[in-house]
């Protein structure tokens, strides 16, 4: 079961991240389209598996395909 994380957040792209940032409100939009907390705590991954990520961290096999962004509860 996949839950659509723009229905709950809002997202805004990071500005000047240096390498990619982690924390409770920045997820990472894959380059496949779909967007992975930094810090998930349960399985997940986007579809391409790229980004795979749980127990409180992830990882990226090619970050230059990743987008930080920012999430805002709506
Ligand atoms: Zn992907």
Known sequence: MKIDLRSIYRF???E???????GGDVYYECEC???V???????AACK???VAGGHGSVTTQSPEKVKPLRGKLR
């Open 12 to 14: 805004h792209p990071i």
């Open 16 to 22: 000047g991240a240096d390498g990619l940032p982690s």
């Open 37 to 43: 907390s930094s810090v998930s705590f349960v399985k």
């Open 33 to 35: 389209g779909d967007i």
């Open 48 to 50: 391409c598996g790229n």
